[in-house]
């Protein structure tokens, strides 16, 4: 059977640590780890779509928070259990960096890709650890 990895990233649009996180997680999914991952969709999760709780139930998971809230991986393992590996973007980038009010794709500037490119590297490890387990 085909393992595949939940990679729930941040939905909060205040600072940039949840732009960076769902910008992150969409360039894993669509060219880094596209067959060893699926997104899941954090407000859908949270509302109760059953699809995506029962996903987190049964396969393993990786929540990425933008800040140390930690909404994703909270929010996940309410519903569906502890997750198996978790990034606080804030911890990666800078507190200064994730908390600022950068949150349009037009006002990132070479810092701001950069960290996202940071947050991606965290996240490929992350999952490269778990399909190890």
């Known amino acids: 059977m085909e393992t ?3 990679v729930i990233s941040c ?3 205040k600072c940039f640590g949840g732009t960076a996180t769902r910008l992150a997680t969409r360039k894993i999914l669509e060219t ?11 407000p859908l999760f949270l509302a109760g779509g059953e699809e995506e ?14 800040c140390n809230k930690l909404c994703a991986k909270r929010g996940t393992e ?17 507190e200064d960096l994730a908390l600022s009010s950068i949150t ?3 006002d990132l500037k070479e810092e701001h890709h950069e960290a996202i490119d940071n947050l991606v590297i965290k996240i490929e490890k992350e999952i490269d650890k778990v399909l190890k387990k």
């Open 4 to 6: 595949k990895i939940g």
């Open 11 to 13: 939905s909060g649009e």
């Open 32 to 42: 880094i780890k596209s067959d060893e991952s699926v997104t899941i969709c954090l």
């Open 53 to 66: 709780r029962n996903f987190a139930k049964e396969y393993p998971t990786i929540s990425v928070d933008g």
């Open 78 to 94: 309410k519903h569906s259990g502890d997750v198996n590996g978790y990034i606080i973007a804030s911890d990666v980038i800078g």
């Open 104 to 106: 349009s794709l037009r």
